[in-house]
């Protein structure tokens, strides 16, 4: 079942879609605002996001920024606005395509699917990245031994929702400075954003979890007072 995420501040619309889109087969998660949109695509980034721009705290342009900055997930633009520009500023942004409301729902659906259908990729595994003595499949979600690892090393394990949401944004960044800010707000949203310290418990978590000496990380490291930065493995 593919998941979508539909973001807009008419509570009726957001009824309306959820019900027509799960009748359709979709996972349906919904968000009023674009700090609780944001808070949930990184808490599980869903297959197709469907934006409105005109939101209470901040514009839909911003959200467009905000998930481009660290996932390729497609982003259906559905919006009351009808000047060009408007339209183009999306596009620019890193949405994949752009409905002007009032809309037809059968098309807003052919329009899911074609986004969907187009992004998912050839590969169904998707990318696998090494860490420590584990392969992480980002689009299965696993975390495996890796081939040649010691055979004491558990064969797989296991990460919270959170603990997936900050390793993720981090592998798709290799070799990147992600900032502590960035992290934030992609993990907690923009509104609720905790303390730095939240963050050092999950990367301490993840390092017992996934380095095979945590206490002096080679893979997920931290720069202090500016972040954290995934190094990929020299081959």
Do not use: C
């Not at 055979?151 to 797989?156: I, L």
């Amino acid at each position: 079942m593919k998941s979508l995420l539909i973001v807009d501040d008419e509570a009726q619309l957001l009824l309306a879609l959820r019900i027509n889109l799960s009748a359709r087969g979709y996972d349906v998660t919904v968000a009023a605002d674009g700090a609780e949109a944001l808070a949930a695509a990184s808490r599980r980034l869903p297959d197709l996001v469907v934006l409105d721009l005109g939101l209470p705290d901040v514009d839909g342009v911003q959200i467009i920024n905000g998930l481009r900055a660290w996932s390729t997930v497609p982003i259906l633009v559905l919006s009351g606005r009808t000047e060009p520009w408007d339209k183009v500023e999306a596009l620019d942004a890193g949405a994949d395509d752009f409905v002007t409301k009032p809309f037809s729902t059968d098309e807003l659906a052919a329009r899911v699917r074609s986004l969907i259908r187009r992004s998912e990729p050839e590969n169904a595994t998707g990318p696998q990245i090494a860490v420590g003595n584990y392969v992480v499949d980002l689009a299965a979600r696993t975390v495996k031994r890796a081939p040649g690892a010691p055979q004491d090393v558990p064969e797989a394990v296991r990460l919270t929702r959170t603990e997936w949401a900050v390793l993720e944004i981090l592998l798709r960044h290799p070799g990147r400075l992600v900032s502590s800010k960035q992290l934030l707000a992609h993990v907690w949203g923009t509104e609720h954003e905790p303390e730095g310290s939240y963050l050092r418990f999950y990367l301490a978590r993840l390092r017992q979890k996934l380095e095979p000496e945590p206490s002096n990380p080679r893979q997920l490291l931290t720069e202090p007072g500016m972040g954290y930065r995934f190094q990929p493995r020299q081959a």
